[in-house]
């Protein structure tokens, strides 16, 4: 519930952090990671596909996987989370949004300066000399399931091109780490959106932002419990962002 004291710690927030997971994007028909793995897919784990070994170990299914997630978000719109979120960085003196999803809705939805923790669908790289590609999505990767694509090979070294996303046992992009941690400990409103919270290091952020003394709220439609000093507002998060900016500020729902 948006309590009027929420409402009023929002309203006077220094520096708000909103941190989204794949739950922000779920509105806008991008699968969540973990409902991800549908139709052609379902009999895979996500820990099959995304990890370098299995890149190296299959390099068309992970591929195909990818750039059928691609094709997907390109198809997409940012949704009224997306937009509330935009919107909340005109109300606030300083507002950092920190994502683990690899799409770009948020920029799209005109939010600047995002922390994109796991990297970017949008920028591929060679897997063994790290030069970055722009690619043209191919016919073959089909929104009704795709299948198996071959990874173009990198110009320069011959290499097999990759998603330019972060997998399990990889490293953060450079940056983007200390970023996200820099904001999260030192804003005082912590927004957790969509996210599972059960990948690591990501997960910590909204623990850091509460050992520091921030009003950390979550977002999302299966509750879960979280401390007497944090807040949970169940629900879907377009509809819980508009009514949290409508509550703090008397915006109009955008969308
Ligand atoms: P998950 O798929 O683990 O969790 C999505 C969360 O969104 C769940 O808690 C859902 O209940 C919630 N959700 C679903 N619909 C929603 C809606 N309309 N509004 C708000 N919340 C909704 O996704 P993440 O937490 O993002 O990392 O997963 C974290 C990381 O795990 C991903 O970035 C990815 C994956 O491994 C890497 O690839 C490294």
């Avoid at 799209?108 to 000399?129: E, F, K, M, N, T």
């Avoid at 290499?159 to 983007?176: D, I, K, L, N």
Wanted: aromatic fraction near 8%; charge should be negative.
């Amino acid at each position: 519930m948006i309590t009027r004291s929420l409402a009023e710690q929002l309203r006077n927030a220094q520096h708000v952090v909103v941190f989204t997971g794949a739950g922000a994007s779920a509105e806008s028909g991008i699968p969540t990671f973990r409902d991800a793995l549908t139709g052609l897919w379902e009999r895979f784990d996500p820990a099959q596909l995304a990890t370098s070994d299995a890149f190296r170990a299959d390099p068309s299914l992970c591929w195909g996987w990818y750039e059928w997630r691609r094709h997907k978000v390109l198809q997409a719109h940012p949704n009224g989370a997306h937009l509330a979120i935009a919107e909340l960085a005109r109300h606030v003196p300083k507002l950092t949004v920190v994502t683990q999803n690899v799409d770009d809705l948020h920029e799209r939805a005109g939010s600047q300066d995002v922390i994109h923790l796991h990297g970017s669908l949008h920028s591929p790289r060679c897997i063994d000399c790290g030069l970055h590609y722009m690619l043209p999505l191919t016919s073959e990767a089909q929104p009704e399931g795709g299948g198996r694509i071959e990874p173009p090979r990198c110009t320069a070294c011959d290499g097999h091109v990759r998603p330019g996303v972060v997998w399990f046992g990889e490293m953060m992009p450079e940056g983007a780490w200390s970023l996200g941690l820099a904001a999260a400990e030192r804003c005082d409103v912590f927004l957790s959106i969509g996210t599972s919270g059960i990948v690591y290091p990501a997960a910590e952020l909204p623990l850091r932002a509460l050992g520091l003394g921030a009003t950390v709220v979550h977002v999302n439609p299966v509750r879960f419990d979280v401390s007497s000093q944090e807040h949970f507002l169940e629900g879907p998060a377009s509809m819980m962002m508009q009514n949290l900016l409508h509550e703090a500020f008397g915006d109009h729902p955008v969308s």
